[in-house]
C-alpha cells in the first residue's frame, strides 16, 4: 500500500521560515502532481501548492512569492519551503499525490504534520 510520509512541522514566529518535506513509499506510483495542502480549525482544506509531473506549479494567492514547491523525483520526495510565515498560515499541512487521471479526492495522503506560526 502507498503511503505518504511527512516531516518538518512545528512552532515558529511569524517571519520565520520552515521546510516541509513528504517521502512517497510503496505503491504510490503512476503520479500526475503532488501538493501541499492545508487545513486550519473550522477552515476546510485548501490547496497550497501542486506540482505536475511535468514542472508545473500552481500556488494558494495567500501564498504565492513565500512558499516554494519542489521535488526531488530520485528520491520520490516533494518538499514546500515556507517563507515570511504568518500567523494565519497555522495549520494541519497535508501531503497529498494525485494518480495519474484522477482527481485529488483521489490522491494519496500523508497524515499531515502541524505547523504552528507564533505572532
Known amino acids: 500500500q502507498g503511503q505518504l510520509v511527512e516531516s518538518g512541522g512545528g512552532l515558529v514566529q511569524a517571519g520565520g521560515s520552515l521546510r516541509l518535506s513528504c517521502a512517497a513509499s510503496?505503491?504510490?506510483?503512476?503520479?500526475?502532481?503532488m501538493g501541499w495542502f492545508r487545513q486550519a480549525p473550522g477552515k476546510q482544506r485548501e490547496l497550497v501548492a501542486a506540482e505536475t509531473s511535468g514542472g508545473s506549479t500552481n500556488y494558494a494567492d495567500s501564498v504565492k512569492g513565500r512558499f516554494t514547491i519542489s521535488r526531488d523525483n530520485t528520491k520520490n520526495t516533494v518538499y514546500l519551503q515556507m517563507h515570511s510565515l504568518k500567523p494565519e498560515d497555522t495549520a494541519v499541512y497535508y501531503c497529498?499525490?494525485?494518480?495519474?487521471?484522477?482527481?485529488?479526492?483521489?490522491?494519496?495522503w500523508g497524515q499531515g504534520t502541524q505547523v504552528t506560526v507564533s505572532s
Open positions: 510503496g505503491s504510490v506510483f503512476r503520479i500526475n502532481a
Open positions: 497529498a499525490a494525485r494518480p495519474v487521471g484522477r482527481s485529488w479526492s483521489d490522491a494519496y
